[in-house]
């Protein structure tokens, strides 16, 4: 609940299993911004690599946007 509006679109896509570049070019930012978007993400969830992430965040009822 602590995480903003981008920093959930990031969440989002990286659910997905989206790379850094795709999820820049489709929300219109750099690679870098996303970077440190998903590492500020990883932090306020106490996510230690990208996998225990996605696990929680669909522990958390985000899943891909297609089911």
Do not use: C, Y
């Not at 981008?6 to 990286?14: F, I, K, P, S, T």
């Not at 230690?48 to 009822?61: I, Q």
């Amino acid at each position: 609940s602590s995480l903003t509006p981008r920093e959930r679109d990031v969440l989002q896509w990286l659910v997905e299993g989206k790379s850094n570049k795709v999820i820049a070019f489709e929300l219109s930012i750099s690679p870098r911004t996303v970077e440190i978007h998903r590492a500020r993400v990883m932090e306020k969830m106490r996510a230690d690599s990208l996998p225990s992430l996605v696990r929680m965040a669909l522990s958390a009822g985000i899943t891909p946007k297609g089911e």
